[in-house]
């Protein structure tokens, strides 16, 4: 058999995130009409400010890379079983541990600089999934309530510290931000007269690794056993509590390392404000379909609508409407859902018309 | 210190845990039957801001009120539809309402006011002393609440629609309208929450006004066990948090940094979901449907 055979299974899932984005593009489209504004010309602008030319691609890429790890984080709890909703409050803890470390002046050189902080980044998010990890494994505490509430605990504790600390920390009251990161620390650019910074590498590379992980580990298997039954997981001798805590741990890792890019690449301090990643990363993590791949090239997509969302302006329609197809987008993933289980529908509805009819 | 503890402080709390009882109580019937509804923050993002365009398009503050709730229905039926209907993930179903809700009114701001930030000045709701009408509305409507869950037929039917989902059906109970109308009257409850917000304690609407609202009223509902009177102790306790951090920034010499303060209504929230979890756990049937296909 041909190893490049791609299973239908596959297809079909391909097939369907495909569907669900146009029509959530569509349903846009209808929304924009009703306002009053050309469609044909929002979406061409759309598509103008993602693609064309050096610096829309650079924008796209420069967008992608915290979606893309957002996404993954979000994959990674998925697969261990658990709705991570605390993608928001794991990336700014990274961005702002990150933004400290970089802005600290260690003097280090950039070869050792660079690395620590983003390693400080991603521990400052582990810390932050850990917590709902382990309190679901412990007390059974719903990890969408605990990390709900660790997002806004992030956003204030955050807020606090960089308003009313600057007698210990490296932070900016006037600006609401952790002061600039020194020039050592920063992630290289890889395009000049662009902002594309290191970061879109470091995310595909950590899709590449989640992937490894996952599908050939025993650590992966074990993630993905206990996503998928609890009980059996258990029978079969894998230890539920800390698969998953140690899953939601490494999934507010990738969350953070998300957030180390933005401070270290892209905004060069960490700006204590929620960028609103953690939610997008949902529809990342949906539309991939929970594989790391998959959340690449979604990534790539959601990147396009957020570089590409303000050109739409020219053809008179808000950016906002991008948060609205994301919003879509997710309804009809789940929409589809139906579809794919119309066969068994259809069978229970024929075992039940065949009961009666016997019953008769 | 003296300023501290003054009728302002009251009025201010019972100011502040109002939309939460509004938004609890709409969350509490969701779940009681059997529908997970983290939608209620966008429900409410939805209310708030349609009750002030509402009030602007017909000039009446009523009307406006009336909007608002429709609106905040609206929502509710595509949460109905997907994760009833549909059999959705209902986590996955209220993330997108909520995203919905964020990216709509943010449009429409702009559609008509042409303002990123926010709408225009409308009328607001009239007011009882110092506080609106619909302060006393939320708290009369904690045992109305309270007594068509547990002593009428129909309060009983929806509880089972939650606890066993499938005795209900075999039981001859309609749970799919029983459901229908749970999260219906939680959109209209959470809708008249954020009306609330926006008509009731101002007269504008700002970009995502609800800020995490709807998230604490849904802790409430867990923390109050999902019974009305535990849910308006649970807001009543957010209220004061929240109440006590705004009076104490305004009070000098306050000994807690208020910045500090804001956010206890998250730490108590973790602190006791995770000790009460083991007591008090949920509908039986929270998220699941009667028949699996």
Known sequence: MNRLQIKSSTLLSIGGSVAAVAVALLLGALVMSASGASPVEAYQALWDGAFVGRRSIAETLVYSAPLILGGLAFALSSRAGLFNIGIEGQLITGGFVAGLVGAWDLGLPGSVYVPLALASGALGGMV????????????????????????????????????????????????????????????????????????????????????????????????????????????????????????MALAGGLAGLAGAGESLGLHGRHWATAPGYGFTAIAVGLVGRNHPLGVIFSGILFGALNAGGPSMQSADVSKEIVQLIQGFIILAIAALEVVNRLPAIRSRLARRSAAQKAGA | MEDFFTLDLLTRILRVTTPLIFAALGGLICERSGVINIALEGLMLIGAFFAVAGTYWTGNVFAGLLIGMACAMVGALIHAVWSITFRGDQIVVGTAVNLIALGLTAFLVKAIWGAAGGSDRVHSLPKVGSMSILVPVAFALVPVVAFILFRTKQGLRLQACGEHPQAAVSAGIDITRYRYLAVLSSGLLAGLGGAYLSIGNLNYFTLDMTNGRGFIALAAVILGGWSPWGALAAALLFGAAEGVQVQGQSTPGFPISSDLMVAMPYIVTLIAITLFVKTRSGPAGLGTHATTS
Not at chain 1, 157 to 176: A, N, Q, W
């Open chain 1, 128 to 247: 932050w999934g850990f917590i709902p990890g382990f309190l679901k494994a412990k007390t059974g505490a719903h990890e969408v309530i605990t990390t709900i509430m660790l997002n806004y605990l992030a956003m204030r504790g955050i807020t606090y510290l960089v308003l009313r600390r600057d007698d210990v920390l490296p932070v900016d009251p006037s600006f609401i931000a952790t002061q600039k990161v020194v020039d050592a620390a920063k992630l290289p650019i890889l395009l000049d007269r662009t902002r594309l910074h290191l970061g879109i590498i470091i995310a595909i590379v950590a899709a590449l690794v989640l992937w490894y992980v996952l599908f050939h580990t025993r650590f992966g298997y074990n993630v993905r056993a206990v996503g998928l039954s609890k009980g059996a997981s258990a029978y079969g001798g894998i230890k539920w509590g800390a698969t998953v805590t140690i899953a």
